[in-house]
């Protein structure tokens, strides 16, 4: 039992370059999430889905897109990545809204 | 809208003494409202969270939080610190109902050192 895996664990992109992170659980769980961490500004919500098939935009989501491919996986866009969005990428994901949230292990994100 | 604020971004005690790491929130109505812990280079875990009923929620590793309606708080504490508590933490408030249901709003964090 893997719980919620994430890849890539670090990147280095350059601006304007595009990329896709991963996101996938295997606990069956309905409700994932995406959340970037800066230092000082603890975890900020992009994107959440409450069931397969829904998205719905968090605090944060401009520059961002993401995709509930299954129940299994949601991934995160960035069509043209931009410094500010240099930052700790964590998902996350619950049996439903409200329940305990499941982290990954988090992918570190460079923007040069 | 709903905010977390926790009061002090870095907390320092001994081994052996009481961990208390504050969190304030403000909210139309009272939220449900949970504490985190991220070891480094890690993702979140959870520690405890209050829904409804008992204000006094017991997580787990021996740290418990106080749901206080009337000074809208919820400091978690430990009544003696170990070494292997040194981490950051993380309080975060959710609404019960409405759109943003299921929707955490998380403090900046406190990083809690423990010296020997």
């Known amino acids: 039992n893997a719980g919620v895996t994430q890849t890539p664990k670090f990147q280095v992109l350059k601006t304007g370059q595009s990329m896709t992170l991963q996101c996938a659980q295997d606990m069956n769980h309905n409700s994932m999430y995406w959340y970037r961490q800066d230092p000082g500004m603890g975890l900020r919500l992009i994107y959440y889905?409450?069931?397969?098939?829904?998205?719905d935009k968090g605090e944060v989501p401009n520059g961002y897109n993401v995709s509930r491919l299954n129940k299994r996986e949601f991934s995160l866009r960035l069509e043209s990545a931009a410094p500010s969005q240099t930052s700790v990428y964590f998902c996350?994901?619950?049996?439903?809204?409200?329940?305990?949230?499941?982290f990954g292990p988090g992918t570190r994100l460079l923007v040069l | 809208a709903q905010s977390v604020t926790q009061l002090g971004s870095h907390v320092s005690v001994s081994e052996g003494a009481l961990v208390l790491l504050r969190c304030n929130y403000s909210s139309s109505v009272p939220p449900y409202l949970f504490w985190y812990v991220q070891y480094p280079n890690q993702g979140l875990q959870l520690l405890l969270k209050?829904?409804?009923?008992?204000?006094l929620v017991k997580g787990i590793n021996g740290f418990e939080a106080e749901f206080k309606k009337s000074e809208t708080s919820f400091h978690l504490t430990k009544p003696s610190a170990h070494m292997s508590d040194a981490a950051e933490y993380f309080c975060a408030v959710s609404p019960p109902g409405g759109t943003s249901y299921g929707k955490l709003t998380f403090g900046q964090g406190t990083i809690l050192t423990v010296h020997p």
């Open positions: 209050y829904t409804t009923g008992a204000t």
């Open positions: 996350a994901s619950s049996a439903r809204s409200l329940e305990t949230q499941y």
């Open positions: 889905s409450a069931s397969e098939g829904t998205t």
